[in-house]
């Protein structure tokens, strides 16, 4: 069963979810249902604000949400069709899915033939659906955190949330934090090349030692000829 619904003849052009106020005064027949959200976005409607189940979910949790996105330098702005998720490092939407209040989450597209045209342009589908906004914000963080590995295999690995986590310029070339890993891979290099010195060197220390000692045993095990005594004749 539809989840939404247009009025005719509504100039307001709003789409409302099934329970709201404004539809209980207005005749089943004057109901249009809606099944694909998307497509009335492009022609120009837009949610209601009173029974937008994103604008709920986003009220619900915008305690806990302000906190965490706080803590992690995220930025969200609700809008009327989507949630906007702004890190450091990437741009997200979350959105609600064809005719239902599922939600589903939109990353910004670096190719163009990714991008969804008809729906928030320069955004593809992440094709991932979470319980709550909160939920969202965590995969997006973790995500984020993939991306920096993928590109610099060094890069601390986040371990929980505990931590604030501000990598966006940790591979910027030229940045502080890029020339403390310089310096810092150089200096373990050296290190790893001084051990890797004094172990051949007392590799072979400990194979002339060993060349030695087996000299002399072989020398010990070797009978010696006692003299004649003197005057016989063999």
């Not at 305690?63 to 965490?68: G, V």
């Not at 163009?112 to 928030?120: G, Q, R, S, Y």
């Amino acid at each position: 069963m539809p989840e939404f619904f247009k009025i005719i003849g509504d100039h307001t052009r709003s789409i409302h979810a099934e329970g709201c106020c404004l539809l209980a005064s207005v005749p089943p027949a004057c109901l249009i249902p809606v099944t694909d959200l998307r497509r009335e976005y492009s022609r120009g409607y837009d949610l209601c604000e009173d029974c937008s189940p994103l604008r709920k979910m986003f009220q619900a949790e915008e305690e806990e949400l302000s906190a965490f996105c706080s803590q992690y330098h995220i930025t969200c702005k609700l809008h009327n069709k989507y949630l906007a998720v702004q890190t450091p490092r990437s741009r997200w939407r979350i959105a609600l899915v064809g005719g239902t209040p599922a939600t589903t989450l939109y990353h910004e597209s670096t190719h163009p033939a990714a991008v969804e045209k008809k729906f928030l342009s320069k955004f593809h589908l992440q094709l991932i659906s979470r319980d709550s906004l909160l939920s969202y914000c965590k995969y997006i963080l973790f995500h984020d955190d993939y991306q920096v590995r993928a590109e610099n295999p060094k890069a601390p690995e986040m371990k929980d949330f505990r931590k604030p986590i501000d990598r966006c310029h940790y591979l910027r070339r030229g940045g502080k934090k890029y020339r403390q890993s310089v310096m810092r891979e150089k200096a373990q290099a050296n290190a790893l090349s001084a051990e890797r010195v004094f172990a051949i060197l007392d590799e072979l220390q400990a194979r002339e030692a060993s060349r030695e000692g087996a000299q002399q045993a072989s020398a010990s095990r070797d009978p010696v000829a006692d003299p004649l005594p003197a005057g016989q004749i063999t």
